[in-house]
């Protein structure tokens, strides 16, 4: 069975704070790791990474793949109170016709 | 430019009531998806659609039955609700293939008392 595991489960940080969102995973037959941002509603999506050592950034967040040790980081440098969200990571795995199997987020707080 | 719709927003029902879900979506997408979403335990799939008039078993897909008679639309019912059944429930879609992101609809509220 697929699992998708995130640390820290909560994080309460200050404007301008740097934060580094964890994510490793078991999954057979991987092909690739999301990072998704939730607020209020609906997921929205952030990054996809397939290969391991190749950072993906926007912005102030970005997100590199550990394949060898089978996990993802998520930075969030200069951090603001709009960055408050909860923060998923899910896995795709080759066979799996686009299904993801997610972590159970990490809630970041963000104070001004 | 609609994306992925869920009707309805919020449901309260009582303990062996039955409903069903509506998911839409707009972007011809071939690949649908319902997930559950509580406290500490992320998103868990429920049943999936890999194109018009096909459904399949997720991780969770117990007290559910699910339809995709149109390529656009995937409904989720729930026969016989149970406490256990109260949720956030997110629809997805996605364009076929082995590449692409998930677009999720903003999630349906359902309370079983």
């Known amino acids: 069975e697929d699992k998708v595991v995130q640390s820290p489960l909560s994080l309460v940080v200050h404007e301008g704070d740097t934060v580094t969102l964890n994510c490793s995973y078991e999954?057979?037959?991987?092909?690739?790791l999301l990072w998704y941002k939730q607020e209020k509603k609906a997921p929205t999506f952030l990054f996809m990474l397939?290969?391991?050592?190749i950072e993906k950034k926007s912005g102030r967040l970005s997100s590199i793949l550990d394949k060898k040790e089978l996990f993802s980081i998520l930075n969030i440098t200069a951090t603001q109170t709009g960055d408050s969200a909860v923060y998923l990571c899910?896995?795709?795995?080759?066979?799996?016709?686009?299904?993801?199997?997610f972590g159970q987020g990490t809630i970041l707080t963000v104070h001004p | 430019n609609a994306g992925v719709t869920q009707t309805p927003k919020f449901r309260v029902l009582k303990t062996g009531q039955s409903m069903t879900l509506l998911c839409a979506q707009d972007?011809?997408?071939?690949?649908m998806y319902w997930y559950r979403q509580d406290p500490g335990m992320g998103l868990r799939l429920i049943h999936y659609?890999?194109?018009?008039?096909?459904?399949a078993k997720g991780e969770v897909p117990d007290g559910y039955n699910v339809s995709r008679l149109k390529k656009q639309n995937f409904l989720l019912g729930l026969e016989s609700a149970a406490p256990s059944q109260t949720s956030v429930y997110f629809c997805?879609?996605?364009?076929?293939?082995?590449?692409?992101?998930?677009?999720f609809g903003e999630g349906s509220r359902l309370t079983v008392l």
């Open positions: 972007m011809n997408h071939e690949y």
């Open positions: 997805a879609s996605k364009a076929g293939g082995a590449t692409g992101e998930l677009f």
């Open positions: 659609s890999v194109g018009e008039g096909t459904t």
């Open positions: 999954v057979t037959n991987f092909r690739s």
């Open positions: 397939t290969s391991s050592g």
């Open positions: 899910a896995t795709k795995a080759g066979t799996s016709y686009g299904k993801l199997t």
